[in-house]
């Protein structure tokens, strides 16, 4: 299964893949003006910047093999997909309990509280684009996306 892996030593805290990420979880998947502008409320970023000077990376989700939050998900809301491994949140059957949130070992789930509550996290773009958007729209390729035994660029 391809992943997002994180070069810290590429990144420099911009959030661009932040603002990658709303973009493409949002109604104008490919404008961002208008995805800032006229989206509300507006999508939460599936990717956290960590920013610890000297030292800030991307966190998103790891889509655990053993997936901690879909074992303890009591209302089978988190759920693997069988063909691509990416483990998704169906938000319509979240109902907010952020079990999920305790048990990730990554901290990498969010709580999106506007509207009805429901956990967020990175969905690798899933039915949005080829390649998640948080790697796309990194301008420094502090981010990859690639199979576990491939080499890093």
Known sequence: MKKVYAREEYCTGCGLCQVHCITAHSPYKDNIVKAYKKTFPRPLPRVIVEEQRPVSFALQCRHCEDAPCVKACITGAMQRDPATGVVNNDESRCVGCWT????????????????????SKCDMCSGIHEVPACVAGCPNGALEYRGEREKEA
């Not at 969010?110 to 956990?119: F, L, P, Y």
């Open 100 to 119: 999920c949130i305790l048990v990730c070992p990554h901290g990498a789930v969010a709580r999106d509280e506007r509207g009805k509550k429901a956990a």
